[in-house]
C-alpha cells in the first residue's frame, strides 16, 4: 500500500514539472516571436523616423565641389562657347545671334580709336560683320583644336586683311587687372576689404583670368572673351569695356558706382534676390536694344565688382 501511494506522488511530480517546463517554453517561443517582430518592424521604423527628422534639420552647403552645387553659366567676359561648336551654333540660332551682336560691339568699343581700325572701317564700312563671318568658317575648317581663347591666335584667315586686322586685335594689349588668387583678401581703393564669396566666381573667375594674360601695348580681344561659358554676361562683375558694348557709355559709370554699393549691401548681409532684383530694375531697360535681357545675368554675391574692373 505504501509503494502505490509513493509512485502515484512520483508520478503527479513529473506531471507537473512536466507542464511547468511546458509552460516555460511557450512563454519563451510567444517572447522570441514578439522580439522578432519588434526588431523587423518596431526598431527599425523608429530609426527611419529618426533618420529622416534629421535629414530635414540638417543644412548643408551647395558651393562648388560639394554635392548639390549649381554651376550657373554666365561670365564677366563674353562667352565665345558656341563659336568652337558649329552643331550647337545651329541647335541655338538666337543664342548664336546675340554672341555675335556683342562681339562686334565688344570690337567697336576696344578698337574705335585704333588707326587700323579706323582705315579698315573707310574702306569696308561692314569689315567687323565680315572678320565674324570670317572668323567662324576658319574655326570650322581648322583643325586646329582651341582649348583656351588664346588659340585663335593659330587660326589663319582666307582674307589677309581681315587676317592682319584679327591679329593686331589679338596682340599687344596692356595687361588687365584681374584678381590674380580671388581666395586671397586684400585692400581696395576705397579701404574696404576685398571679399570673395566662395561660390562659383573663386574657381571660374580664376580660370578665365589665366586664358589669357596680355602684354603691354593695346586692348586684346582675349581679355574679354572666354571659352568656359557660352551663356549669360554677369554685369556684377563685368569690367567696364564690356559694359560699355551692352549699355549706352553714358551711364556705365552709374553701374560701376551702383555696383559698388550693392557689394556693401551684400557684405552686410542684405539678401541677394532683392539686390538683384533692384540692380535689373534699375538698369536693364538701358541695355543695346538688340541685346535680349535673357542672356545677361544680374545676380550680385560677396565677390568685390571692383576687383574685376
Known amino acids: 500500500m505504501n509503494v502505490l501511494i509513493f509512485v502515484m506522488t512520483m508520478l503527479m511530480l513529473l506531471s507537473l514539472m512536466t507542464y511547468a517546463r511546458l509552460e516555460t517554453y511557450r512563454s519563451s517561443e510567444i517572447f522570441q516571436i514578439l522580439f522578432t517582430h519588434y526588431m523587423e518592424k518596431d526598431e527599425r521604423g523608429y530609426i527611419n523616423e ?3 527628422k534629421l535629414y530635414v534639420k540638417t543644412k548643408v552647403s551647395t558651393k562648388p565641389g560639394k554635392p548639390g ?97 584679327f591679329y593686331k586685335m589679338l596682340h599687344g594689349a596692356p595687361h588687365k587687372e584681374l584678381l590674380e588668387n580671388p581666395d586671397q583678401s586684400s585692400r581696395v581703393e576705397d579701404g574696404t576689404k576685398n571679399e570673395v564669396e566662395n561660390d562659383q566666381d573663386v574657381d571660374q573667375l580664376a580660370q578665365e583670368a589665366d586664358e589669357f594674360r596680355s602684354p603691354e601695348g593695346y586692348f586684346s580681344l582675349l581679355d574679354f572673351i572666354t571659352f568656359s561659358s557660352s551663356g549669360k554676361i554677369r554685369i556684377f562683375l563685368a569690367p567696364q569695356e564690356v559694359l560699355q558694348a551692352i549699355f549706352d557709355p553714358s551711364i556705365v559709370d552709374d553701374i560701376l558706382i551702383e555696383r559698388k554699393g550693392l557689394y556693401q549691401e551684400a557684405v552686410n548681409g542684405t539678401d541677394p534676390k532683392e539686390l538683384e532684383s533692384r540692380f535689373k530694375d534699375q538698369f536693364d531697360r538701358r541695355r543695346d536694344p538688340a541685346i535680349d535681357s535673357a542672356f545677361l545675368d544680374f545676380s550680385v554675391t560677396k565677390t568685390n565688382p571692383k576687383s574685376y574692373e
Open 50 to 52: 529618426m533618420a529622416e
Open 69 to 165: 552645387a549649381k554651376r550657373t553659366d554666365a561670365s564677366p567676359r563674353i562667352g565665345l562657347g558656341l563659336l568652337k561648336d558649329k552643331k550647337q551654333r545651329e541647335s541655338k540660332p538666337q543664342q548664336w545671334q546675340q554672341t555675335q551682336v556683342l562681339l562686334k560691339n565688344l570690337i567697336n568699343v576696344l578698337y574705335a580709336d585704333q588707326p587700323f581700325f579706323l582705315n579698315l572701317l573707310q574702306e569696308h564700312p561692314y569689315f567687323v560683320d565680315e572678320l565674324i563671318a570670317s572668323l567662324t568658317n576658319a574655326v570650322d575648317d581648322s583643325k586646329v583644336p582651341l582649348n583656351k581663347t588664346a588659340d585663335l591666335a593659330n587660326i589663319t584667315f582666307k582674307d589677309q586683311m581681315l587676317d592682319e586686322a
